[in-house]
């Protein structure tokens, strides 16, 4: 049973009798990015903080006024389906009422 480690499941946990990482050939020397100072990144730590903290906010604010736009869509289609159904039954009584009139002028 002679398997070299993977990544995951390592032949040994020992780290000194582990096999040392080499650079692959497609990478050139000294390519690693070099060390950044951070002037400045605890201001834009906290700017991001305060971002992500009010992302909830922005969200919620966000989904209210889509459900405020869909429920203003909802109501004009009520209001329209009344607004036919009064219409189909004035014309109903308008013609109860010219069949009436034509009624009586006939007699």
Known sequence: MNR???IDHP???????QAPMTTSASEPTG??????????????RQNRTLEMQLMP???ARAHMHQRLQEAEVERQAVRMVAARRMQRRAER??????????MAVMH
């Open 31 to 44: 390519s690693a990015t070099p060390d950044f100072t951070t002037t400045g990144a605890n201001e834009s």
């Open 57 to 59: 906010e922005a969200l």
């Open 93 to 102: 009584a308008s013609m109860r009422a010219r069949r009436a009139l034509a």
């Open 4 to 6: 070299p480690g993977t």
């Open 11 to 17: 032949r040994t946990n020992d780290p000194q009798k």
